[in-house]
């Protein structure tokens, strides 16, 4: 999602680390580029210019970090700075003592509401004892956006509230309120109507819902795609609404990702999701430090571990983790990631998540990997013996043979998934030797010293 920006600055920290002593001359320089790189990833030059200065000041004649060269010093920096950008009041969502917990959903139109409202119901209802919401359809403005809702409900199995065309949002608002308390709901997630720009009726509405339902939650869901107009909108809807937090959506697409490094320093309103793809699981809670790592290039482990958490147990999970840490996965974990592929969502967005799989992306002929050859692959690992999964390297020629036979793949198919593997494990290892022990990823190990 930030790839161009990720590999710009992974060049500069590069350049950088591979100087022996660093001059004043050298930071700036490599803060120029800093900068540059993220005017062009969209990041709004203010936000750009402070962040670099903060950076600066961090590094140009401060002491030395033990342990830390002056080019691992500036990435530290760096990541420190991102983060801070990133961040700005509270990101968690905290039901209320006394439910249910109201969360209104805003947004212009086609920002993503009604997909986010259902993707917001879903990973609600994750929650321990597995919480049911109601979702309430207060936008009357398009007659195809309550089926929409009402559609995405049955999909999910979730309650949705809704009343004829010829209601209207406020009344649709109040009454959907006094069914969660007839159903006990823990939640309510109210999903309004939009227009293509602010205007002061759409306001006007949206203020008199706000009042009925008092929400705990005034969240606005913006498109990341517009750049810097979702930064602007944002900006406006707080002013005139008094927003809790954001939800970015499409952050899946090109977009060059400036409008999520710059939306909380512009307004002072926190993220608090992004969404990452049209499918109702395809929304990740957001943490500003595990984002700064993403963007830096460390991947995001803890992100990974924890959608993984959703469809595997947390026992599981919790091997798996040390696994990628420590680089030691074999081919029955590569079967079950498979299998568990499908339940996380798209293969690429699991993938980029892993530290590295960028350059293994690059590695790997044809980039992405297809459904058959993941049944293929499948039915391969499947035709090995346990000693043969947890140690391929004991596969010669006649097992290979007998392998392929068995899975009514060639000889060819199965060279070709160990060659990945072995590709796979040669990253981890690389990478779980840049990781330090704890929960976030060493930085300062990123440059070679
Ligand atoms: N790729 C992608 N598409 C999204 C995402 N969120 C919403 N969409 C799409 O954006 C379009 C508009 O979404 P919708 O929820 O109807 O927007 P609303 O008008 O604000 O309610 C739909 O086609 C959605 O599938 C996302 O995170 N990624
Ligand atoms: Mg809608």
Redesign the pocket.
């Known amino acids: 999602m930030f790839d161009a920006l990720t590999n710009k600055l992974t060049a500069v920290f590069q350049k950088l680390g591979g100087k022996g002593h660093l001059g004043e001359k050298d930071v700036d320089e490599a803060l120029r580029e800093v900068r540059m790189a993220l005017l062009e990833a969209d990041v709004n030059f203010r936000v750009a210019r402070d962040l670099v200065a903060r950076v600066r000041e961090k590094t140009v004649g401060s002491p030395l970090m033990q342990g830390l060269n002056p080019a691992q010093h500036v990435v530290k920096a760096v990541n420190e700075e991102l983060t801070g950008v990133l961040s700005g009041g509270e990101h968690r969502m905290r039901p209320s003592p006394k439910p249910p917990t109201v969360i209104m959903l805003v ?10 409202a259902a993707k917001l119901a879903l990973h609600l209802r994750r929650a321990p004892g597995n919480p049911q919401p109601l979702l309430v359809a207060a ?1 009357l403005r398009r007659p195809a ?1 309550v089926d ?1 809702l009402v559609a995405l409900g049955k999909q999910l199995d979730i309650p949705v509230y809704s009343e004829a065309a010829t209601s209207t949002a406020l009344k649709v608002s109040l009454n959907g309120m006094e069914k969660a308390r007839q159903l006990g709901s823990p939640w309510v997630l109210v ?1 309004t109507g ?1 227009r293509l720009h602010i205007d002061e009726e759409l306001m006007a509405e949206l203020r008199a819902i706000k009042e009925a339902v008092s929400p705990h939650e005034l969240l606005l ?1 913006v498109d990341a795609m517009t750049g810097q107009d979702a930064v602007q909108a944002a900006g406006e809807f707080h002013k005139q609404l008094g927003l809790t937090g954001l939800i970015l ?5 090109d977009a060059r990702g400036g409008a999520a490094l710059s939306i909380t320093a512009v307004t002072g309103v926190p993220i608090k999701f992004i ?4 499918k109702s699981d ?1 929304l990740e809670a957001f943490y500003p430090d595990r984002m700064a790592s993403r963007i830096l290039g460390m991947g995001d482990v803890l992100t990974l571990v924890e959608r993984v958490e959703q469809v595997i147990d947390e026992k599981r999970a919790l091997e798996l983790e040390k696994k990628l840490r420590h680089a030691s996965l074999d081919l029955n974990d590569m079967l079950e990631q498979l299998r568990a592929v499908k339940k996380l969502g798209s293969i690429a967005n699991v993938l980029d998540m892993v530290p590295g799989f960028g350059a293994i992306k690059k590695r790997l002929p044809g980039g992405d990997v297809d459904e058959g050859r993941l049944k293929r692959v499948e039915a391969i690992i499947l035709s090995m013996t346990a000693r043969e999964r947890k140690d391929p390297e004991v596969l010669n020629g006649s097992r290979r043979k007998r392998i392929a036979a068995g899975s009514g793949t060639t000889v060819q198919d199965v060279n070709q998934l160990l060659n990945q593997f072995r590709e796979i494990q040669k990253m981890m290892k690389q990478m779980s030797k840049m990781q330090g022990k704890g929960r976030t990823p060493d930085l300062s190990r990123l440059l070679p010293r």
């Open positions: 947004g212009l139109q086609g920002s993503g509401k009604t997909t986010t936008d956006a929409q999903d939009g869901v959506s499409k952050l899946d697409g969404g990452t793809g049209e395809a």
